[in-house]
């Protein structure tokens, strides 16, 4: 396959400013196609930020983002969805005044084929009974775990080739967690890239191939997830672990 | 059967009222920009049916549609031409672009079709009804049951399909709708489009039955105003049901108080339902 055709994400130098202030100083990340790459730091560290100038909601101020071999750092966030990179963002943000199936079909927008909406919706069923019998329900009146459920469908729905999550876990149930993380191991056995920004370090290194640590808006560290996990340094000063504690 | 004759003929002129509030309920609850020429907006509707008519003699249902067709392009072109780039200003910005777009509008018109009053022929719609025992005006009676119509359409158009839903997105939340790959500029544009064409349904409608002059904008733009303060800021149901209610209640104090004190009696109601209810009828807290 020639090199552009190739999945590749590959952010360079990003920097971000929020007027005067800094989002992120100098973020370098590279999300191989088919892997699952975690993106941790403590909280401000920039993780949103990365993610967010990468979906195109925020500009970038330096560097590049390349995805398949073109940049797309200038580009506004609908036109990258529909080039396959789908963003669920921090906090979930559904439609809330919307029923549970109008933000799965909002979702579908950025196929290129809108008649292959109805498969989309099965699939996503087929992952999320639960969100079946919520259909007619308005996305405001869905427990946690079920609005997390939608976020990651709604988000499905435009069949992406790389899923960014941000904090999936945030404010959820540990069980809730495992059954979310279990959901992305089966996505991503299917074949899903997936990059994750998320603060429950331990859970994200599990699941990763590779891990990225930002700390003020720099990517400081980097390598495998298990090599992450291992390195007792690394546990104590980035990663904000007891030395102590086992990993899974 | 006389008060029945004034409840349904102040329920038939709500239903106008209801109509053209939607309008700007729709893009006052989607964008917070508060369109202060929506008055000058049924104004056009009114000399688009006027001119069609008398050029062209078109019918009402053809001149209805004329005037949707030609305030939904220009309710497109005030957002594409203004409202999109005053948005990212300040709020004063916003008062006074489309503040000075009604004065524009109103003095354009006075400009082009003179200070005299214009109407539509007497009998456009056949001569007053009697429905079991009640004295209807046809003009009227079509106007309100056809502005009703489209309300409760546009209310359909923007619950139940893809592109209300769409519209609707980017007005919850516009990042979030942009990761879907919607262009929030191209729904806001329709939403203007929209707002413009129930304007000029509605004028089109009024114009069956009141005359038409460069200034009634005015008081129409007041009585929307009221309307959505009243029904809620972007609730279309909310703008229908108060703009029933303040039909009525300018019915019944027309007939029993004076015609003159008619609008003392709806602002007071306005004031009373603002005071108990800020957020008004079916507003989100
Ligand atoms: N909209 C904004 N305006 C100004 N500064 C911002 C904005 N968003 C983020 N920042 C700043 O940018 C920096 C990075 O924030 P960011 O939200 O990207 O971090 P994060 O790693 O996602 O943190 P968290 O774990 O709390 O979500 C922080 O210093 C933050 O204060
Ligand atoms: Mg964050």
Redesign the interface.
């Known amino acids: 396959m020639p090199e552009h055709t190739v999945d590749l994400l590959k952010v360079e130098h990003l920097a971000v400013h929020y007027g005067d202030l800094v989002g992120v100083a100098d973020v370098s990340i590279e999300v191989q196609p088919g892997s699952i790459v975690a993106l941790l730091g403590s909280n401000g560290a920039g993780k949103t930020t990365t993610l967010n100038a990468i979906?195109?909601?925020v500009p970038a101020s330096k560097g590049s983002i390349e995805w398949r071999g073109e940049n797309i750092a200038r580009q506004?966030?609908?036109a990258i969805?529909?080039k396959g990179l789908?963003?669920s963002?921090e906090g979930w943000?559904?439609?809330?005044?919307?029923t549970v199936e109008?933000n799965l079909?909002?979702?579908t927008?950025?196929l290129a084929d809108r008649k292959r909406a109805p498969e989309m919706l099965e699939r996503v069923y087929a992952l999320f009974p639960r969100l079946m019998e919520r259909l007619r329900q308005r996305a405001g009146t869905l427990s946690g775990g079920e609005r997390q459920m939608l976020a990651l469908g709604?988000?499905l729905m435009?069949e992406p080739r790389i899923l960014m999550l941000d904090e999936p876990s945030l404010g959820l149930a540990p069980s809730i967690i495992e059954t979310l993380y279990e959901t992305l191991g089966r996505l991503h056995d299917q074949g899903l890239t997936l990059l994750i920004a998320e603060q429950s370090i331990q859970l994200a290194l599990e699941v990763a191939d590779y891990a990225y640590v930002l700390q003020t808006g720099r990517t400081v560290l980097d390598g495998t997830a298990e090599s992450l996990a291992a390195d007792p340094q690394v546990r104590r000063i980035y990663l904000g672990l007891e030395t102590g504690e086992a990993t899974g | 059967m006389i008060l029945l004759q004034v409840i349904v003929a102040g329920l038939l002129i709500g239903a106008v009222y209801a109509l053209f509030s939607s309008g700007l309920t729709l893009v006052w609850g989607m964008m917070n920009v508060i369109n202060f020429a929506h008055g000058e907006f049924v104004m056009l509707g009114m000399y688009v049916a006027f001119w069609a008519f008398t050029l062209a003699h078109f019918g009402v249902a053809s001149f209805s549609a004329a005037a949707a067709v030609v305030l939904f392009m220009l309710g497109v072109l005030v957002y594409l031409a203004l409202i999109r780039h005053v948005m990212r200003g300040p709020m004063l910005a916003q008062i006074l672009s489309t503040f000075g777009l009604l004065l524009v509008l109103r003095y354009a018109a006075f400009w082009a079709f003179g200070a005299n009053f214009v109407s539509l022929p007497d009998g456009i719609l056949g001569p007053s009804l009697n429905v079991g025992g009640i004295l209807l005006s046809a003009p009227k009676l079509v106007a309100g049951v056809v502005a009703l119509a489209v309300t409760i359409g546009m209310h359909l158009l923007l619950t139940r399909t893809?592109l209300g839903?769409?519209i609707?997105?980017v007005a919850?939340?516009r990042?979030?709708?942009?990761?879907?790959?919607?262009?929030?500029d191209r729904m806001q544009a329709i939403a203007w489009g929209l707002s413009g064409a129930s304007a000029g349904i509605a004028g089109a409608l009024i114009a069956t039955f009141f005359p038409i002059s460069a200034t009634v904008g005015e008081s129409l733009g007041l009585i929307a105003f009221v309307v959505v303060t009243f029904g809620g800021f972007g609730s279309v149901p909310g703008a229908m049901i108060a703009g029933l209610i303040i039909g009525l209640i300018e019915s019944l104090s027309a007939y029993y108080v004076g015609p003159v004190y008619q609008d003392v009696f709806v602002y007071a109601l306005f004031v009373l339902v603002l005071w108990i209810r800020p957020r008004g009828l079916m507003g989100k807290a």
Do not use: K
């Not at chain 1, 943000?93 to 919307?98: A, C, N, P, S, V």
């Not at chain 2, 990042?175 to 929030?184: E, S």
């Open positions: 979906a195109g909601l506004p966030a609908y969805v529909r789908a963003l963002p943000r559904l439609f809330t005044g919307q109008q079909r909002l979702g927008t950025p709604r988000a435009g | 893809m839903s769409r609707l997105a919850e939340d990042n979030a709708a942009m990761l879907m790959g919607i262009r929030p």
